[in-house]
């Protein structure tokens, strides 16, 4: 199996899992050209990107892969140009994102694909009106990385797991950080910076920001904070969200999509800035309930977002691609 790119981890994880099972796994990594650039301008990367395509293309071709699984969408692109079957898999932003330019080329690869995953509940509305078949498959937690250390009873801080940008919300946070500046000022508030509401956060007397620091240090940074603060817009959890509630702290989000799962997520749902300060605040006076929270949120993490748990269901669907058998019905999440 060739894996091709890699979005928060999740094919490092899968493709660790598989390889645990004896299916040999390598990964291709494309040179995104110009992925910072704004939508409508990167086009113009289109023809060096081509040439790292067809390379890409007949590196795979050479390694006589059975299946590919790729992430980000209009990347399947390179598995319908190179005639391999493919599995596509979406993330969020590949799909939030589109333009008038990508879009056609979004929906070429999804239909193309012979299975396709999207890794949260809200992408349903994008990928299901093109292919009725797509699933949700829960993204793959490393709950023996991301585990607590300490309990967030033993923490007076709130740490902002998500970028300060419009989508996820940003401004409803910075109106809760405002809030809490005057309701809670012994309540540190830390954060990367990055994004258009950094210098408003920057401001902010009860805020620290720092510089991005590898992902091998986010287990210890979550720690070292009794409250989480996740994204306050796009209505479902990320990895950031999913990672500190492994960590076994309470995460404040807004998560409006209660029924992907067989049994909803124990996050604490906020819809705009005065609710983010009013349960992080509740949290903060509150010791035993961010212990118990925290708790009851690793628990449900473990129960669905193990990693062994998604990658028994992509190997189900890999190996009935690879054999040209119907795909098996997708467990409930």
Known sequence: IAEINDIASVATEIGAGLRARGHTVDHYYPRLVGAKLHPNIKPI????RALDWLDLIRRIRAGRYDLVHIHYAYLGNIGALGGFPYILHCHGTDLRGG?????????????????????????????????????????????ALFAPKTAPSAHQSAWVACALTEVKGAGRILRACRLLAETHPGL???????????????ALPNVTLYARHPRSRLPQ?????????????????????LEAMACGRPVVTWFNERGAYAEPPPFFSAVDGDDIARIVGRLADDPALRDRA??????????????????????????AVIRGEPIPAAPAA
């Open 188 to 202: 540190r508030i830390d954060a990367f910076g990055g994004g258009e509401y950094t210098a408003a956060f920057r």
């Open 45 to 48: 990367t289109g023809p060096v």
């Open 99 to 143: 333009t008038a330019f990508s879009r056609p080329l979004i929906a070429n690869a999804i239909r193309q694909a012979r299975h396709v995953f999207y890794s949260t509940p809200d992408l349903a509305g994008w990928v299901l009106p093109l292919r009725p078949d797509a699933e949700f498959l829960p993204n793959p937690v490393d709950t």
């Open 294 to 319: 925290g708790a009851a949120g690793r628990a449900w993490v473990e129960r669905h977002h193990a990693v062994d748990r998604i990658v028994d269901r992509v190997e189900a669907v890999a190996l």
């Open 221 to 241: 940074i979550i720690d070292e904070h009794g409250i989480v603060i996740g994204q306050a817009r796009l209505g479902s959890a990320g990895m950031a969200e």
